[in-house]
């Protein structure tokens, strides 16, 4: 079954449609405080984002899926075609397993990042933020290979949080405790399949559960009533920015533009701008991008991606990032305080060669107190690693609660 | 640094191209898949006794300068004619006969005649300022590098001291169509049926289709003994061009393997360190130099796995399907064509009456199929070149249009249906021509990418076009013969200054490869 059904001519008339999980979730929706993620409604936020969160951090939380755009990739040349498409080694990708990676156009800008699952030899399933059909036709000239645009065709829950292992178990998913991380596996569930991969966006322990949209509903159903003693929640996007900003993850069209949806070229990121040169791989074959990567690499990145500790507990929205001299260094693309890691943090974009660990910079913040705007110099650091990364994320089987 | 190269293809650019490697000092392999040398630009027999060009017959773009340096003459290059006329053929006898810039018929009024003067020569200026840039290595638009932007200074003085209102007039002019701009200046249809194919030989334009201006002023760019916009016929057809070339390439100590078909291009870490044939033998190099049209180097050879997926896009878009066919006619004595003196037989014949005939015949070509009434320009080589044809024959040689790559109904069907379309047109001129032909030869772009492996089979190998020209030719990123494969060069007519029997993308490679100016 799909969600979204573009053969029905009178397709257009609907912007947004309901997800296979929408009578569940507006039941929920305490706020009605619905937002449009690509083709779907989806809750911003259910009861409020405070709760939502915790429940994230401290018990398990549900947040729906299934409007992340999902490719399907098949056919005999998918492993040479994964490999000139994205950045990283796809021969290091046994089945199973899934990995994180970007991939870029000729000139080595990230067009976006996102998962690749290896479901079977040969068979992937690529999951980004953006729509990227047109570019996987595009890369696909030369290569025998199928590619299609599955998202309507399957319903996605993320199930995060320290007890989410123990509730699947309850949930009768029998050996999901030695699922390690980003591996993938499948269940019979229902009467269909369900499979569930150890990944997710909130930088601790959890699993992502796909499922013919059929099924939706008995999915949803089931989980809750084994989440009921391990603290079920769903939780809205609002809940999951301060998820993912604690990990350090960062979101396509917020902390980089996609390349192509710039206009001006030089407002794109290359995988090392964005922090993410251990993602690129230049012994493998040849992969889009790759020259101009190696040179860059030669000559040198222009930004540099940092995650920033700063002063005080006023988050740096939107924040200019000075150098000591008050001179401008770059600018905050994300921030949030903190719950977890009781600190003001950021991800940001420094002009190179700021954004060396322990780096001492200034953040100025813009800030209302009782509709009186202000403005403070917030002194904050550059630091190294991520605000939220426990060990029950690398566990495995992780803690049984 | 004497660099091993090997030349795929020996076709004349690739020819050029090894001829000037070898005179550079390099040690040039060239490796033809046929048995003959020059591609496309080739003389075959195609009737027992009966010799033809097999694609291009008429010479007008070899640069006297290559003809020079490589002594071309020395090696066998002669002509069998030069400064050839062009007679506008007419149903009623009432034909044009078109000699540069005068037109000697009653038929034509005054104003027109004035008009042609005019309008040859400012053409003939217009196509001086494209004709500067044929030696040239395209410039990069954003590379920083000072040779880059003396080239584009030269192009823009080029067009700038054509003085205020020509520069004008050659901007407006130089992208829009050979339609518009001859309704400006001509009355007679004849007249303009017979100028506006200037503008879409050879390629998939029809008159009223943008850059046919374009397209007749790069036709118009070469010279034959100094006079500029001269047609000529080389003496034993165009194959005897590429015999020249390849006597000068071994006299300067390239050696020529045929039979030697390459499978694909040798890459090892981000290079291309040689060739591997069709047998699997691999040849070592430090420049592999493609001949081949874009298309057939970068999927076929090279594949896409090689490349980035954007450049891949870029190059499988360029437009290469062919439009023109070839029509071969052995006839057992000359041809009469009611209303033309015999001596007149030996110039280049056209068949295009009116404009809207010629855009009619290329409206069928949009949509998969050929001409009902296709336009022809045609010579009789052997009323020049005894040696074509046994004693007392002749052989009629016609470029005939259109004819698209592919077909709705497809070649193998519909072959013998256009011929007979061709042979009713041709009879409209010459109507005791059927009973002269013994044997006959319609060679279409199918036919053409079947022989000379040229995917699409163009006769320019990618279409003749301002978006294709210059920086953009093939593509923007590989248009400086070099390509973003160290180690691999391009040389052919896809890349700049194109098609036509002219070698200036031969020799400009050759530049780049020896200079190193890629390394």
């Known amino acids: ?70 490719h399907g990739i098949s056919g005999p040349d998918s492993l040479a075609f994964m490999n000139r498409l994205v950045t990283r080694d796809m021969a290091k990708l046994k089945p199973g397993r899934v990995g994180y990676s970007v991939w870029c156009n000729d000139e080595g800008r990230v067009i976006d990042d996102g998962t690749i699952f290896h479901l079977q030899e040969g068979v992937y399933r690529l999951c980004s933020q953006e729509p990227q059909i047109d570019w996987l036709m595009t890369s696909s000239i030369g290569f025998d290979v ?31 405790e030695n699922l390690t991380p980003f591996g993938i596996q499948t269940f019979d569930f229902a009467g269909t399949r369900l499979t569930v991969s150890r990944t997710g966006y909130t930088g ?59 206009v001006r070229p030089d407002r794109t990121r290359s995988p090392f701008e964005l922090g993410l040169g251990w993602l690129v791989h230049f012994d493998k074959p040849y992969f889009t991008g790759r020259q101009a990567l190696a040179r860059e690499k030669e000559a040198g990145s222009r930004y540099v991606f940092a995650r920033l500790d700063i002063e005080g507990n006023k988050p740096a929205h939107q924040s200019f990032i000075f150098d000591k001299n008050k001179r401008f260094a770059g600018t905050v693309t ?68 | 640094m004497t660099k091993r190269a090997v030349v795929i293809g020996a076709g004349h650019n690739g020819l050029t191209c090894a001829a000037y490697l070898a005179k550079a000092g390099h040690e040039v392999t060239v490796l033809e898949a046929g048995t003959e040398v020059g591609g496309a630009a080739a003389t075959h027999e195609f009737a027992p006794g009966f010799k033809v060009s097999t694609s291009a017959h008429l010479l007008y773009l070899l640069d006297a300068e290559i003809i020079r340096e490589l002594e071309l003459e020395e090696h066998g290059l002669a002509l069998a004619a030069e400064n050839l006329d062009t007679v506008a053929l007419d149903t009623g006898g009432r034909h044009l006969l078109i000699s540069g810039d005068h037109i000697n018929a009653e038929a034509v009024s005054r104003e027109d005649r004035e008009a ?41 003085w080029a067009i700038r001291r054509l003085g205020r209102k020509e520069m004008r007039e050659f901007l407006r002019i130089a992208g829009i169509n050979i339609y518009d701009i001859l309704e400006e200046q001509f009355d007679n249809e004849l007249l303009k049926g017979a100028l506006s194919l200037d503008g879409v030989l050879g390629t998939h334009l029809g008159p009223r289709s943008n850059n046919s201006v374009f397209a007749a002023l790069h036709r118009m760019s070469g010279a034959i003994n100094g006079k500029p916009g001269a047609l000529a016929l080389p003496r034993g057809g165009m194959g005897a061009v590429s015999s020249a070339l390849a006597q000068a390439a071994k006299s300067l100590g390239v050696s020529i393997i045929f039979d030697a078909r390459v499978g694909q291009i040798d890459v090892s870490e981000g290079r291309a360190i040689g060739i591997i044939l069709a047998t699997g033998e691999t040849m070592p190099a430090d420049a592999v130099v493609s001949n081949a049209d ?25 437009r290469q399907d062919g439009n023109a066919a070839k029509l071969h006619l052995a006839l057992d004595g000359l041809p009469e064509f009611p209303g033309l003196e015999r001596e007149r037989l030996g110039h280049r014949l056209v068949i295009a009456p009116d404009l809207d005939y010629v855009e009619r015949a290329f409206n069928s070509s949009k949509y998969g199929e050929h001409s009902a009434e296709p336009v022809m320009e045609i010579t009789l080589p052997t009323i020049h070149d005894a040696s074509l044809a046994p004693e007392g024959k002749h052989v009629l040689s016609a470029v005939v249009q259109y004819a698209p790559r592919h077909l709705n109904a497809g070649w193998e069907t519909a072959k013998a249906g256009f011929e007979e379309r061709c042979m009713n047109t041709l009879q409209r001129y010459a109507p005791n021509l059927r009973e002269q032909v013994t044997a006959s030869e319609l060679l279409t772009p199918a036919d053409f990418e079947a022989r000379f492996g040229n995917a699409g089979g163009h006769w320019h190998h990618a279409e003749l076009a301002l978006d294709r020209f210059l920086m953009l030719r093939p593509t923007a990123g590989t248009a400086q013969y070099a390509t973003p494969l160290d180690g691999l060069f391009l040389c052919g007519a896809g890349c700049h200054p194109g098609g036509g029997v002219m070698g200036h993308a031969g020799r400009n490679a050759a530049r780049v490869i020896s200079g190193g100016a890629s390394e």
Request: glycine fraction near 6%.
């Open chain 1, 1 to 70: 079954m799909r969600t979204v059904d573009y053969s029905d001519r009178d397709h257009y008339k609907t912007q947004a449609f309901p997800t296979p999980f929408h009578e569940r979730t507006a039941a929920l929706n305490q706020q009605h405080c619905w937002g449009r993620w690509k083709d779907y409604i989806t809750a911003n936020s259910y009861y409020d984002t405070a709760t939502e969160y915790f429940a994230a951090r401290n018990a398990c939380s549900v947040f729906e899926l299934t409007p992340m755009t999902k």
């Open chain 1, 146 to 176: 199928r590619i299609v645009d599955e998202t309507h065709d399957i319903a996605g829950l993320a199930f995060q949080g320290p007890t989410s292992c123990a509730a699947l178990k309850r949930m009768g998913l029998a050996g999901i």
């Open chain 1, 204 to 262: 601790d322990l959890g699993y992502e559960l796909w499922i013919d949209p059929e099924y939706a509903l008995e999915l949803w159903d089931r989980l809750f009533e084994a989440g009921k003693l391990h603290g079920i929640r769903a939780i809205g996007s609002a809940a999951l920015e301060i998820l993912r900003i604690e990990a350090g993850f960062i979101l396509a069209g917020v902390d980089f533009l996609p390349a192509h949806q710039a």
């Open chain 1, 334 to 401: 994300s921030a949030t305080w903190s719950p977890s890691a009781k600190a003001n943090i950021a991800l940001a974009s420094l002009e190179a060669p700021h954004g060396e660990p322990g780096e001492e910079l200034l953040a100025e913040i813009y800030y209302q107190r009782e509709l009186k705007w202000s403005r403070v110099m917030a002194p904050c650091r550059v630091v190294e690693g991520v605000s939220w990364d426990p060990p029950r994320k690398r566990q495995t089987p992780p803690a049984d609660f």
């Open chain 2, 116 to 156: 042609m003067v005019r309008y040859r020569k400012r053409m003939l200026r217009f196509a001086k300022v494209i004709a500067g840039l044929h030696d040239q290595v395209p410039p990069r638009l954003a590379s920083g590098e000072r040779s880059d932007a003396w080239s584009l200074a030269r192009l823009a």
């Open chain 2, 294 to 318: 874009p298309r057939t180097t970068f999927l076929d050879l090279l594949g896409a796995r090689h490349l980035d997926a954007g450049l891949t896009r870029k190059v499988s878009q360029v």
